[in-house]
């Protein structure tokens, strides 16, 4: 066996082994849970919007539970601060000096729970932390320790006392994904173990820290073809001439895409992406970074935008 070959069989055992630990928690949304945690190996930060109750936090939870890693939890609300999340610096007698106490966004992974009730202010406090993965505190720059990764959860917009994140800041987020409802077979088995508090408390890890590294690099390693890059160019360029697009993909959407795409491909067992597996990835990593047009058609969300896309746009075949 080539050591290509070795690394991805390690790498999918691996995966499905993250993945089967999350599902003892959260049931029949295993496509949900797959996204959630190629997510992470592709070093991206995951956006989970869906109306209460429907399992949000109990899937960031289970994640962070499933590596040995440090991680915290903050639950965000109208009077949070950003100090509360970078921390603050504390004047210390004895010394006559300030000395920084790091806040919760010193861990692999945060989970901001509810991140769309804080104030627009407090929200961009993570905007750094999530694109250069360091924080900034009284002039100093403080970097983050690898992995890091931010778990946000939503509800929508339409809920009372909740605020729309800026585009500024859903760019930052490498997919979104949402639970939906879940099927009655899986509603069975939540009511059967009386929700999933038992499940959280006795879940365990699965991958250390340098396990996780190691996938990381899988992910690196994934092979994209020219025609495959030139096919993702060609989306992004297909956005900024829709006419019911306000605003189109940057290239920060494009290479956030590649590192999707490539995610994908490693979970599947491959070292090599193909055209579908950006259909597949592309609503998730594309439609929450789109601003439609105002007047355009209502009904239209921006994941049935993001498939109109992807069928007009021209498929690279191979020769």
Known sequence: MTDTAEAT??????FEGIVDNITTVVHGK???IEFAVLTMLAEGHLLIEDVPGVGKTSLAKA????IDCTWKRVQFT???LPTDLIGVSVYERSTEQFRFTPGPLFANIVLADEINRASPKTQ?????AMEERQVSADGITHHLPPPFMVIA???PVEQEGTYRLPESQLDRFLLRISLGYPGRTAEMAILDGQGSSDALRSLQPVVSVDELLSMVETVRNVYLASA????????AEASRRHSAIELGLSPRATLQLSAAVRGYAAAKGRDYATPDDVKVVAPAALAHRLLLRAGSNARTTSEE???ELLAEVPVPIAR
């Open 153 to 155: 959860t939503q509800n």
């Open 228 to 235: 495959l890059k030139s096919y993702m160019i060609d989306i």
């Open 9 to 14: 069989t390690t790498f999918s055992t691996l």
């Open 78 to 80: 109208p009077d949070l």
């Open 30 to 32: 295993r496509d949900a």
């Open 63 to 66: 994640l962070a539970g499933s």
């Open 305 to 307: 935008t993001i498939r």
């Open 124 to 128: 961009s406090a993570l905007l750094e």
